[in-house]
């Protein structure tokens, strides 16, 4: 079946250095890919998002990277800063439905 | 900023027994969704409602679930019989516009922790 998956379940980065996140996916139909940020206790909320036919997309201190060809996903956090600890999703759109398809997740942790 | 609020946070019921978990989405949004989370596991999708009737479920939105919008604020989640693996976190979501246009502002409320003992 179709899946989004994460390479890695864990991440510790020291505050300050720049993080990377990746993300597998199997569907190359799919249209869409959101990055989300969950924080203990709360909803995944939303950071950055890219259509399919883009390969960058900026934010303020995030880059989100697509490389169709090898269907893979990341997340750049530039200048970590303790905040950015939480658990990171990678969730995946096909249009023509409604749900979001989420990866397994990575948790980050910024060392002080 | 506009909020999704789920209510209560946090929900203990016995096995058997019927839960109704309540969402308030934003207010000028048409789309509305459940998801769960089982502890230590991704998010996973079980419905989408639109114009007053489930456009898509899950596998796991069975006969013992049902979404209603009972009034023009609430947006609720009722398990009818529950059991033990329905223990989860539970997020509600709404959006202005399908996932499909531009800014959809799909927007995830806190969550309710559903444990069935």
């Known amino acids: 079946g179709e899946s989004v998956g994460l390479h890695l379940p864990t991440l510790s980065v020291q505050e300050g250095d720049n993080s990377i996140i990746n993300c597998a996916y199997s569907?190359?139909?799919?249209?869409?890919f959101i990055w989300y940020k969950q924080e203990s206790g709360k909803g995944p909320q939303f950071i950055i998002d890219i259509r399919s036919n883009m390969d960058k997309r900026q934010g303020q201190r995030v880059t989100v990277l697509l490389n169709k060809t090898v269907k893979h996903l990341s997340l750049q956090i530039a200048a970590t800063q303790p905040g950015d600890s939480a658990v990171y999703f990678c969730a995946e759109v096909y249009f023509g439905n409604e749900k979001l398809t989420f990866g397994t997740g990575t948790r980050l942790t910024i060392i002080p | 900023e506009p909020e999704v609020t789920q209510t209560p946070s946090h929900q203990v019921t016995q096995m058997g027994q019927e839960v109704i978990l309540r969402c308030v989405p934003i207010?000028?949004?048409?789309?509305f969704y459940w998801y769960r989370q089982i502890l230590g596991q991704k998010v996973e999708f079980l419905v989408s409602?639109?114009?007053?009737?489930?456009?898509?479920k899950s596998e796991i939105f069975d006969d013992q679930f049902s979404v209603e919008r009972p009034d023009g604020s609430n947006f609720t989640l009722k398990i009818r019989s529950t059991k033990l693996e329905d223990s989860a976190m539970y997020f509600c979501?709404?959006?202005?516009?399908?996932?499909?246009?531009?800014?959809?502002?799909?927007?995830f409320g806190s969550g309710t922790r559903l444990t069935v003992v």
């Open positions: 569907n190359s139909a799919s249209d869409y």
């Open positions: 979501a709404s959006s202005s516009t399908e996932l499909s246009s531009v800014n959809y502002g799909y927007t």
């Open positions: 207010s000028n949004h048409l789309y």
């Open positions: 409602f639109y114009n007053n009737e489930i456009s898509e």
